[in-house]
Every structure is written in C-alpha cells, then in structure tokens.
C-alpha cells in the first residue's frame, strides 16, 4: 500500500479554520485548537441568536407603536384590535415605520382605527 502524505490537507483545513477566526482576539486567531474552540462557540452564538434578533426585533416594533399609539390616545392592544376590525392587514414592522418617518399616513391609519372600534 502507498504512503499517504496528509501535510496539504492539513493545512488546509488549519487555514480555512483559521481563516473564520480572523479578527478574534489573542490566540484564539492564530493558534488551531484554541481557534477551532472558539469559532465552535461562535457558531453556536450565531445560531441562536439569529433566532433571538426576530424576538428582539419585534418587541422593539411593539414599544414604538405603544408610543405612537398613546401619543394618538390609544393603548396599543386597543389599536391592534381596532386593526383587525378594520381589515387592516398590515404588520407591526411596517406600522412603527410608518409612526416615525410618514406621522401623518400613521394618523390616518389611526383614525381608520379608532372609527373601527366599539364605542365603551
């Protein structure tokens, strides 16, 4: 049987490895077992937090449209249900983007609302 010489694949699986450790701090940049740990935990981190960034994302489009909605003299969760009753079908990202760059289109969608709503 041939001998197999295993240098070249070696290095480059040490060099894409390190490659994805580029910008790290210390030895986890440019040392292979220590790099190989922390861009195994990097990895981790990202996966679970690109599922975290869609949770963060929208609370933070439910706190603008709270503002927006108690500036115009509604709680949001009466604004929501007002959205339904009035068929409007569009989603809390596109709703807070309207409160802070188009004020007068969300003023309008909100009276839409308001005019929706059962009187108490």
């Known amino acids: 049987m041939t001998r197999v010489k295993r240098g070249v694949a070696s290095h480059r699986r040490h060099k894409k490895l390190l490659e994805l450790s580029k910008g790290y701090r210390n030895r986890r940049k440019n040392v292979f077992k220590v790099a190989k ?3 195994a935990h ?3 981190n990202a996966y679970r ?3 975290l960034k869609k949770r963060e994302y929208r609370g933070l489009w439910i706190i603008r449209l709270n503002a927006a909605c108690r500036a115009n003299g509604i709680q949001y969760s009466r604004f929501i249900y007002g959205l339904e009753l ?3 079908a569009l989603n809390r990202k596109m709703l807070s983007e309207l409160a802070i760059q188009q004020p007068e289109a969300f ?5 839409k609302v308001k005019a929706a709503l059962p009187k108490k």
């Open 37 to 39: 740990e922390a861009v």
């Open 42 to 44: 990097a990895g981790q």
């Open 49 to 51: 937090d690109r599922r």
């Open 86 to 88: 009035a068929d409007i």
């Open 107 to 111: 003023k309008a969608v909100m009276e």
